[in-house]
C-alpha cells in the first residue's frame, strides 16, 4: 500500500513522459516510420481535398477540374524527392547552406516586392522558369537552418543578452519585415514563430526569451493596428462591425460558412466530392480553408483523422528533437516541428473561429506547391535524424561515401606494415 501511494504522485505524467521518449537510449526505427506515414497520408489527403474543393472553380474558369489537383501532385511528387533526398543526407552537412540560403531568400523576398504578382491583396509570388514561386515559404526552412547554425556557434554565449539575440533576431525580424511588406500577416506570425521556436531550442535564458517574445507581440499587434484590413477581421471576430468595415466587405463571410460547412458534414460527411460550400460559397476553398471542407464531406471522424496524423507527427518528431545530445540538430528539428505543428494549429483554429482569418495554410494538405515543397523537405531534415537512431553506427557519419578501390586498400595496408 504504502509503495503504490508513494507512485502515485506525478506517476501518470512521469510514464506519459517516459512513453513520449521511448525505450532506450535509441530507438528502433518506429520513430522514422511514423513521421514518413503519417506525412504521406496527410500529403494523400490533401491531394484528394483539393480536386474536390478546387473543380468547381476550375470549372468556372474554363479549365479541367483536374488541373489544380494535378499541379499539386507534380510538386507533392518533387517535395517528397527532395524529402528523401534530404533523409539520405547527414544534418550536420547542411550547415554550409546556412549562409548562402538565406542570402537567396533575402533577395528573393526583396525582388517579390519589386517584381513580382499580387493575388488576393498580398504581394507574395514570383515567376521563375514559367512556375510561380512563394519565396516565404522556403524562408521558413532555410531561417530556421540558419538560426540554428548561428545560435550553434555561439553557444558558449547564449547567456549574454547581445550574443543571444544579435544577429538572430534581428534577421528573422528582418525577414519577417520584408514579407509583412507584401501585406501577409499569417505567414509573418508563422516566421516570428519560427524565431522563437530557434531560441527557445538554442536554450537561450528564460529572462532573455521573455523580453524577445514580449518584442515580437508588440510587433504582431503593431502589423494588426496599422492595416484597417486585419482591424476589420479582428472587429469581426470579436462580433463588431463598426461602419467603415461594413461598407467594404462582409469579413465574417469567410468564416460563417467554414463553420457552415463543417456543421452541415456531421459524424459521416456528405460525400466525398459533394460539398455544397465549395461553390463559390467559401472564398479560397482549396488553400486557407480547405479544412472546411474536408469536414463537411468526411464529417466528424474526417477532420478526427487529420487531427490524430498531425498528433502522430507532433509525438514522432518529439522524440527524435529530446533524444539529440547536440545543439545543431536539435534547434533544427525542434524548429521545423514547432512550425508545421504550429501553423497547423493556427489555420485550424481560424477556420473554426478561434482565431480571426490571417491567412494561413494547412501544412501538406492546402493547395500550394511552394508551401507543400517546403513542408515535405522540413520533413526530410527530421526523417534524417530519425535515421541514425535506426543505425547508430553510422550516426554523425556521411550517408553518402566513395568507396576506395580494393586495390588501392590492400597497397595502403602494405605501406603501413613496412
Partial sequence: ?????????????????????????????????????????????????????????????????????????VFGIIGVIGMFIISRINVRWLKRLAWPGIGVTLVLLVLVQLVGKRVLGNRNWIDVAGFSLQPSEFAKLLLALWMATILTKKASLLHNWKHALVPVVPMGLGVAGLVIWGHDLGTTLVILLVMAAALFFGGVPTRIFAVCGAIMTVGAIGFAVTSANRMCRIYAWVGQTPAECSQDADFTYQVQNGLQGLASGGWLGVGLGQSRQKYNWIPEAQNDFIFSVLGEELGLFGTLLVLALFAVLAVAIFRVVIRQKELFPRVLAGTIMAWLLGQAALNMAMVTGLLPVIGVPLPFISSGGSALVSCLCGVGVVLSLAREEMRPATAGRPRWTLRRPAAAQKATKRKAST
Fill in 1 to 73: 500500500m504504502a509503495t503504490a501511494q508513494q507512485e502515485r504522485p506525478g506517476g501518470t505524467a512521469q510514464s506519459l513522459w517516459r512513453r513520449l521518449e521511448g525505450p532506450g537510449p535509441l530507438g528502433s526505427g518506429a520513430g522514422y516510420y511514423l513521421i514518413l506515414g503519417s506525412t504521406l497520408a496527410l500529403t494523400a489527403i490533401g491531394i484528394m481535398m483539393v480536386l474536390s474543393a478546387s473543380s468547381v472553380e476550375s470549372i468556372a474558369l474554363g479549365e479541367s477540374p483536374y488541373s489544380a489537383a494535378l499541379k499539386q501532385t
